[in-house]
């Protein structure tokens, strides 16, 4: 075998990879199925969500195969009893703390991992209102799973605008805007990439929010559009 | 209320910094007006060049950072395990009936502002509190009492450690810390300059079988031959005094005591990895050990030990501190990283090591307080000597600070291979009652009864026996202790201190404090709750605070099922 290549034993099957390429790539090109949930091809890896975790030879922890490099000869499992305890605690855990409903995804998880959406009663949910500060899209922060990516593509994954950032920290973290000025305030350019990576329904174009609250198409238009300058006078 | 000169002089000293002033500046503000306002952020982006949002994500991310007016005095009083036991929680009651607060925040005079804090590293003198006056530096009070936190700047301790066979702490500890004079001529680092080449020095270390004593115990001069072997021409040594554990405070003692022994460690490991820029990143909550170790840095350069041309050599040394803000987190080497970088303290994906990308991305030898203060006696009397104490894998002495239910708290040093047991009874004045548990390691440690006490504290016994030094702390409970109020006080430190990034510690955390809030009236099925959390989270978790914050509350659910089972 040439040294750009390595072998390595995935759920029984034997692969051959390139060297550097993550357990994630080794899996899709065996067919094997990795739940997702921070991941996106256009933002930088940070291996957060842990939902992709697989044991590699029995290790005292699990590795995120995401981000996590294939070794030569290891032993991949993706489905055995630590993997499936931690995506379905992780899964079980999330949805006490989070609006899943319009994450079909995340739901499918559910569904996959046998997760128990009563798991955990009692627990406190991450709530806040619906903010609706600005004409093109409205965010839902209950709906929020922090991923992080939007975070990213407003700084150095993309856009460079910065306004947006992580508040507070542990389970009070936040997604917001400096002081949670408003987004007509913030450096926002409104380009759109924050809505176009939300995994969830957390941040959503105010047209399809407005469709859900049974705006008339008139009401649409007067929350949503401006008057153009060409043409208009 | 903003006085316009007071910023820009604050402001002033930054210009041409960039992102890694942040939190000194941060600090810096604070300090002059008590909170950090939307004015000021606006003001400091422009010196640094740092986006608002970045920083106002940072002042929320450490707890010592306000972005609210605050009054004149913040008083943050200790609520963990230890300052519980000796009425802590009766204190902050107290202390918001005084003045007129119905719970914790700020008076309407605006003169004083009442929190809990996480542990505060003064267990030896609990109950311990941190008093911040606006304009003054602030002071860690021990014994505190209501009286004493309104009216009192005074927090003047003694620290009871150390006997003739010291390697680490000195014999004759006053209430001083030790001066260059007394401390001696940095005769391991000359020694070192003159005699030996730095792979010499990382040969000794390397024999003399030191291990890390921050909780990892890697061996330390396997760390500084990574360093000094990775490639790049710019290098740091960082030394980890962010010491943050519930009931752990051996290092906050050296720092206190005996500065010229840390600054000589540090002198030797950044010669022996080839840099001349170090760091001490120091906890928010110490400010007793930072003064003292300013003051020691500015002696030691004055008499050329430190700085340019040490002892007339070409080796350099700079050798900085920083401050950190109030995050547990930040004692994770990588978050430690972040934090000196400017940036909220999340741990970074390991690899790459900080031995290949470190500090700024360079390669970096992180090593805990204790740790470094251990090399200038191996430098001067050989790592034959080293390994001649203690035992076959835990050369050395060890410091343990413990607290609780003991005749003596105190930070004591001893040599591995002596048995728990006799720890308590010879070194601490014995247990005060009768002995109901040992929490061994710290807030992320295990449980040992009664009957396992005759464990030898040395780092393989305690592995062997599933328990470990952790952050070489030992708290002592007898048969008063309620041990669910401690669990859920141990919960609640981990809720509190996960930084978020990852689901299982950040979730985790959260589920697993509701159900110890709950532990007088457990649901059923709550103990295979707290198991799964605690797995999945030691499984799963991105860092070490991840990994570790279920291993109490698991090591209880094995050790003493009965708590959590309802009561007949």
């Not at chain 2, 500084?224 to 980890?240: E, L, M, P, Q, S």
Request: aromatic share 8%; hydrophobic share 40%; proline share 5%.
């Amino acid at each position: 075998m040439s040294d750009d290549k390595i072998k390595l034993t995935l759920d029984g099957q034997s692969i051959t990879v390139p060297t550097g390429a993550t357990l994630l790539e080794a899996a899709q090109a065996a067919g094997v199925d990795i739940p997702l949930i921070c991941y996106h091809e256009a933002t930088s890896p940070n291996g957060l969500c842990r939902i992709c975790v697989v044991d590699v030879d029995g290790g005292r922890v699990l590795q995120p195969a995401c981000v996590a490099e294939c070794g030569a000869d290891t032993r991949v499992e993706t489905r055995n009893e630590r993997v499936l305890r931690s995506r379905r605690t992780i899964l079980e855990m999330l949805n006490a703390s989070v609006n899943l409903e319009q994450a079909p995804e995340i739901q499918d998880m559910m569904t996959d991992y046998s997760a128990d959406d009563e798991r955990f009663p009692d627990a406190r949910r991450r709530e806040s209102e619906v903010i609706d500060d600005n004409p093109f899209y409205v965010r839902d922060y209950e709906q929020c799973v922090l991923c992080w990516r939007c975070v990213q593509v407003c700084a150095e994954d993309a856009q460079f605008t910065f306004a947006l950032t992580l508040k507070n920290r542990g389970h009070e973290t936040s997604v917001a805007t400096a002081f949670d000025i408003s987004m007509t305030e913030s450096p926002c350019v409104f380009c759109g990439q924050c809505v176009g990576v939300c995994p969830t329904g957390a941040l959503k174009p105010k047209v399809e929010w407005g469709m859900e609250q049974g705006w008339s198409s008139e009401e649409l238009r007067q929350q949503t559009r401006r008057k153009r300058k060409k043409g208009s006078e | 209320m903003i006085a316009e000169h007071d910023i820009d002089a604050a402001l002033d000293a930054y210009r041409g910094r960039g992102r890694e002033a942040l939190l000194p500046a941060l600090w810096d503000l604070q300090r002059a007006h008590g909170y950090i306002s939307p004015e000021n952020v606006h003001r400091l982006s422009h010196v640094l060049r740092v986006p608002e949002a970045e920083i106002y994500g940072v002042i929320g991310f450490y707890t010592l950072f306000h972005d609210q007016p605050t009054g004149r005095r913040i008083i943050r009083v200790c609520a963990d395990p230890t300052c519980a036991l000796v009425g802590a929680d009766e204190i902050l009651h107290g202390l918001c009936d005084r003045l007129g607060l119905s719970g914790e925040g700020s008076t309407a005079d605006g003169e004083y502002t009442v929190e809990h804090s996480p542990c505060l590293g003064m267990c030896d003198y609990a109950p311990a509190a941190l008093v911040s006056d606006r304009g003054e530096n602030d002071i860690a009070l021990p014994n505190a009492t209501v009286d004493a936190l309104l009216d009192s700047r005074d927090g003047a301790y003694f620290t009871r450690a150390g006997d003739d066979e010291s390697v680490l702490l000195d014999p004759a500890l006053s209430a001083a810390p030790q001066t260059l004079a007394a401390y001696g001529d940095y005769r391991a680092l000359r020694r070192a300059i003159f005699d030996l080449s730095p792979e010499e020095v990382i040969a000794t270390v390397e024999a003399s079988g030191l291990i890390g004593r921050g909780g990892a115990a890697f061996p330390t001069g396997l760390k500084w031959k990574f360093t000094r072997g990775a490639a790049g021409d710019i290098k740091y040594v960082v030394c980890n005094a962010d010491e943050s554990e519930p009931g752990t405070f051996k290092d906050r003692v050296l720092m206190e005591h005996r500065p010229h022994l840390l600054l000589e460690g540090i002198a030797l490991a950044s010669y022996a990895v080839g840099t001349g820029k170090a760091y001490i990143f120091i906890r928010g909550e110490y400010p007793k050990a930072t003064a003292i170790l300013d003051c020691a840095i500015q002696e030691a350069e004055a008499a050329s030990v430190l700085g340019a041309g040490i002892m007339g050599s070409d080796f350099a040394l700079d050798i900085e501190i920083r401050r950190g803000a109030g995050a547990y987190i930040c004692g994770e080497e990588t978050a430690l990283f972040e934090a000196i970088e400017g940036k909220r303290g999340f741990p970074r994906m390991k690899p790459p090591y900080p031995t290949t990308f470190g500090l700024f991305g360079a390669p970096t030898a992180v090593n805990n307080v204790e740790t470094l203060c251990a090399v200038p006696s191996i430098v001067n009397q050989g790592a034959d000597w080293f390994k001649s104490l203690g035992t076959a894998e835990s050369a050395g002495s060890k410091l343990i600070s413990v607290s609780g239910h003991v005749g003596q708290p105190g930070v004591y040093e001893i040599q591995p291979g002596i048995t728990l047991r006799s720890f308590l009874d010879d070194y601490c004045g014995g247990v005060i009652g009768e002995l109901k548990a040992v929490l061994m390691g710290g807030a992320a440690g295990t449980f040992l009864l009664p009957d396992e006490i005759d464990v030898p504290l040395s780092f393989e016994d305690l592995r062997a026996a599933g328990s470990s030094f952790g952050s070489g702390a030992i708290m002592v409970f007898n048969q008063s202790t309620d041990l669910r109020d401690l669990l859920r006080r141990l919960g609640l430190f981990f809720q509190h201190e996960s930084c978020g990034k990852c689901f299982p510690c950040q979730l985790g955390t959260q589920r697993q404090v509701e159900i110890l809030e709950r532990l007088d009236a457990p649901r059923a099925g709550d103990r295979e709750r707290l198991h799964d959390i605690g797995m999945t989270m030691s499984e799963a978790s991105i860092c070490g605070l991840g990994h570790t914050a279920g291993i109490a509350v698991l090591s209880a659910l094995e050790k003493f099922p009965d708590l959590f089972e309802a009561e007949e």
